[in-house]
C-alpha cells in the first residue's frame, strides 16, 4: 500500500502541475500577470519529483531579472520612446473602449490599458530621475 500512495502522490503531483503549466498558457492572453504565476506553480510542482524542472526553474530564477534589463535599458531616449508607447496605446485602450461596437474591443481595449500599464511601472527608473529633478 505503501509503494501505491508513494506513486499516486507523485503522479498527482505531476498531472496538477502539467495543468497549471497549461492553464498559465490558457490565461496568459488576460490582462495582469496573466499565466505568469501559473507557469511558476506548475514548474515548482514539477521540479519535485522531475530533475528537468528543477534546472529550468533554478535557470529561469537565476536569469529572470536580465529580460527585465534587456527590455527596459537605463537609457535616456529607450524611457522617452517606452513613455511614447505608453501614451499611444493608452489612446488607443480609451479608443476602443469608448466605441465599444463589440465585445472583443472592450476585451482589446482592457488588455491594452493593462499592458501600457505594465510598462510604464516597468519603466520606472525615468520617472524616479524626473523627480530627482523636481526636487
Sequence with gaps: MNYFQKHAKRIATDVLGYLLIL?????????????IPLILAGLGLLSINNEWAARLRDYLLKHGGKAVQILFPPRAMVQVLYDILVIELL???????????AIWEISVAIGL???SLFVAAMNRERYLRFKRKRK
Design 23 to 35: 492553464g498559465g498558457v490558457a490565461f496568459g492572453w488576460l490582462p495582469g500577470p496573466g499565466g
Design 113 to 115: 490599458f493593462f499592458g
Design 91 to 101: 489612446v488607443l485602450a480609451t479608443y476602443l473602449a469608448h466605441r465599444h461596437a
